[in-house]
């Protein structure tokens, strides 16, 4: 039986994954931070007429267009959605693979009259698609590179048979060379694959190596290339279906310690931790209610979860009777078997249980912790992020001491290069006992923060007699005196 193979190509699958859940008007792009720049990552067709394309710098495009609307790109969202189309295409064979990024590939051998032919097959594929808002390219050939050039480079269907005559009109990138050498090629008037076929294939090989014959033989079939379907991975989850419906707290949480600890044994075996759990309980009259319990570190130890599950199994409502349930791990992190001894320190487990209680009831991402960033600046010298998905900074990396409290410059009426020995702040008269500095902090030119415009500032430790220890600083260009922090 003749090989048939789909190549389905998606031009424009990032944004056409954000506009199915928002309809927008006029030119519409993703960008992507690239090269220390913003710049387009994917457009949708009204940006492409504006004359706008991939790659280019997001304020060049903004000058172009005015009315350009974008959006961060988020690429594993792109990826996610990627295998959900793989999963939908499942339907039509059960050999279907990724093809980069933005692209499937089917191996559709004896299947297509399941759907009344190829063309059927193909308008049934471009239908169901179109209906999802997502634009696609479709090229079906004998061999796996004719189809994916058919697909990007004259979308079509290469007849049995017939591939080296639905190759020969298309240029040489449509056998998925590199761009080094279509442009090595063009360069040597070689546009097209008819004209390739036609050259030496030694000189071809001295002159561009290996590659180009490769494609050329694999596209023509005289290689073969298979299709390798992507494995389909199992969910980590656990059912318990009860043969009389359960509506005692006691029963539901007798029941989850027993889908958990099925759960634990199956992340054991696996070496994975468990950071995010989702219980469902389906109730007779079919309606269901989720419970979700998030960790700060993978666990998979029965009695240090359980008890989290507690209060979120407290507000379910039972109704008439829960009949099922059904445990997840949403996510889960490696975490191999470790040698426990009598001198290992564990007090780093007890500050992420603690937060991990916390979050259960106020939530994870409302919990935060001061990580040291990459500046001398005080006021960028730290970053906030959640405490649960970020590691605690053992020690910051900081050559002076700096103020436990940090605050925005407060004025001091002062003159002079020095502290001033009196002078008064937030309503206090103020002697200063003991100065050390100064230290001179000079702005960062390459970020854009007005507060640093002024330029250098000298900044002074003041002991107070009235026990005050303030972070004072001094600016030389334009002399002023301020407070911008307070000493333990």
Known sequence: MQRRIVSLWFPRLSSDRVLRGRSVDGPFALTIHQSNTERLYCLNVEAEAQGLSRGMGFSDARAYCPDLQTRPADLQGDQRFLAALLRWAGKYSPWVGYEGNEGLVLDVTGASHLFGGEAGMLGDMRLRLMCAGVDVRIGLADTRGAAWGLARFGEGVAAKGGTGIALAGLPVAALRLEEK????????????????????????????????????????????????????????????????????????????????????????????????????????????????????????????????????????????????????????????????SHVEARSKDGVSDLITRLGSRIGLDNIHRMVPADSHIPERSFSIAAAAYSPAAGRWPVARPRPVVLFPPEGVAAEGRHPPKHFQWRRMRLTAAQVSGPERIAPEWWLPDENWRSGVRDYWRVETRQGRRLWMYHTPQAPGWYVQGEFA
């Open 181 to 340: 050498i279509c442009t090595g090629l063009e360069r040597l008037g070689v546009r097209t694959v008819q004209e390739l076929r036609g050259l030496p294939r030694a000189t071809v090989t001295r002159r561009f190596g290996n590659d180009v014959l490769l494609r050329l033989d694999q596209a023509l079939g005289d290689r073969p290339e298979g299709v390798t379907p992507e494995a389909e991975v199992a969910p980590l989850a656990v059912r318990l279906t009860f043969p009389e419906p359960i509506g005692l707290s006691g029963d539901v949480l007798a029941g989850t310690e027993r889908l958990l600890s099925q759960l634990c044994l199956r992340l054991k075996a696996e070496e994975l931790g468990v950071r995010r759990l989702e219980l469902t309980l389906r109730r007779v009259d079919q309606a269901s209610q989720q419970v979700e319990l998030r960790l700060a570190r993978p666990l998979r130890d029965v009695e240090s979860i359980l008890p989290l599950f507690e209060r979120g199994l407290s507000e379910v409502d039972a109704g008439f009777g829960i009949d099922q349930m059904r445990l997840e791990a949403v996510q889960a992190e490696r975490l191999p078997a470790r040698q426990l």
